[in-house]
């Protein structure tokens, strides 16, 4: 259970410094291109897995497992980045990291899964977390908060189904599958782009300032690379064994990770509230290799 958790952690931090990474091509691309773009460039990294695996030989039931996954990933983003129009970046971030609730939740009410107590205590621990990192305060509820509610909502299925898949079906190779899952978001995503009519100007991805590592185009391809092709795969590898509400929790390091990447590289600044709340998710997620296992 160690090396799992251990995994997940990885993924969550890879999660968390991608997002120093998606703050950056922010200056020149919309939430929805970047979408794109990333996904794009994920799929391209796994044209080599796809030629090993004989991928056009899979069977059609089971590309449509990986559809339904990506379909779900894509909607959970799109209608989190569509709530952040109406809302504050601290509210929707709390908001959507309830989606810690609803999976266990789920999974009790309708799947008659036994949970254990101590994984209702950490979750308290991490909601306190969660609260913390969103300032101590959530006033009011609008349009905004209730769309992001639906993306939290979205993400937990998201996560079950994951883990449903990949639990039911291990013999089904992480990389291939995430490498399909990639390829669905990049043309769910492409054929928004092309009813909205907005089309990513790729010029700006040659643009370097200081060096290749502040450049767009290093930012694409991390994203593509790590967060995208390596961490989703690894994330589909975990599910295999950990339960969807164990791995939901270290998840939640996500936003601990991305703030901490956020002070030493973008120099940002946390107040000790938000520090606390980091410290509170982490000692969450320490609980979970003591808990049930698959």
Not at 54 to 61: E, I, R, V
Not at 68 to 95: C, D, E, N, P, R
Not at 260 to 265: Q, S
Request: contains cysteine.
């Amino acid at each position: 259970m160690l090396i799992y958790s251990t995994l997940l952690v990885f993924t969550a931090l890879v999660w968390g410094l991608g997002f120093v990474e998606t703050k950056r091509l922010f200056a020149n691309f919309t939430p929805l291109e970047i979408t794109f773009l990333r996904f794009t460039v994920a799929t391209i990294f796994s044209l080599p897995v796809f030629a090993r695996r004989k991928t056009w030989a899979m069977s059609g039931q089971q590309i449509r497992r990986a559809m339904m996954m990506a379909l779900l990933l894509f909607l959970g983003m799109y209608v989190q980045a569509l709530g952040l129009v109406y809302t504050s970046a601290s509210k929707s971030g709390f908001i959507t990291s309830l989606y810690i609730v609803f999976v266990p939740l789920i999974e009790l009410i309708f799947f008659k899964k036994k949970i254990s107590m101590i994984f209702w205590v950490a979750l308290t621990i991490a909601l306190f977390g969660l609260c913390f990192m969103s300032g101590g305060r959530v006033d009011g509820i609008n349009l905004g908060d209730l769309i992001t509610l639906l993306g939290a909502f979205i993400f937990s299925f998201q996560i079950l189904y994951l883990s449903h898949v990949a639990s039911t079906y291990p013999h089904l190779d992480s990389m291939e599958l995430n490498g399909l899952q990639c390829l669905f978001i990049s043309i769910f995503t492409g054929i928004v782009i092309l009813l909205t009519g907005h089309m990513p100007k790729l010029d700006v991805l040659w643009h370097v300032t200081d060096h290749f590592f502040s450049s767009p185009l290093y930012s694409l391809l991390f994203l593509g690379f790590f967060p995208s092709f390596l961490a989703l795969a690894v994330q589909v590898y975990c599910q295999k064994k950990v339960a969807a509400h164990l791995a939901a929790l270290a998840y939640l390091l996500e936003s601990p990770f991305a703030a901490l990447f956020g002070v030493l590289m973008l120099g940002e600044r946390l107040t000790w509230f938000e520090w606390t709340g980091c410290g509170l998710i982490g000692a969450a997620v320490f609980f979970v290799p003591f808990m049930y296992r698959k």
